[in-house]
């Protein structure tokens, strides 16, 4: 069996560019698969950015929602327990002045 090989008869300097041109084709299909690697959840692979920004976007707002209930849940517990404090004072202070 014999192998044929092939010969490349072009000036040097087409070399060169061709080699260029290889290198940058070998660079993009690299950075491709780099683009979408195994580490990336099942939830994001083949989005494209822009559905990853809207997600990203819409999970902020529901973070934001669920901190300002809390805070206003907080406010609620505040006022509420200054309140009790101030009634168990005065109760308190009552109870004093009758004993």
């Known amino acids: 069996m014999s192998r044929a090989q092939l ?5 040097e300097e087409d070399n060169n560019e061709t080699d260029v041109v290889d290198q940058q ?3 993009e299909s690299q950075e491709e698969e780099v683009a979408q690697p195994e580490t990336i959840p099942e939830k994001y692979r083949g989005k494209s950015l822009e559905e990853v ?7 902020e707002k529901l973070m ?4 300002l209930k809390l805070v206003n849940y907080e ?3 505040t006022t509420t327990f200054r309140h009790n404090s101030h009634s168990n004072k005065h109760l308190n ?3 004093k002045k009758t004993i």
Do not use: T, Y
């Not at 010969?7 to 000036?11: A, G, L, M, V, W």
């Not at 920004?53 to 999970?59: C, D, F, I, L, R």
């Open 7 to 11: 010969i490349d008869e072009r000036p």
């Open 25 to 27: 084709e070998s660079f």
């Open 53 to 59: 920004v809207q997600m990203h976007q819409e999970a």
């Open 64 to 67: 934001v929602n669920k901190a």
């Open 75 to 77: 406010r609620s517990l």
């Open 93 to 95: 202070n009552s109870k």
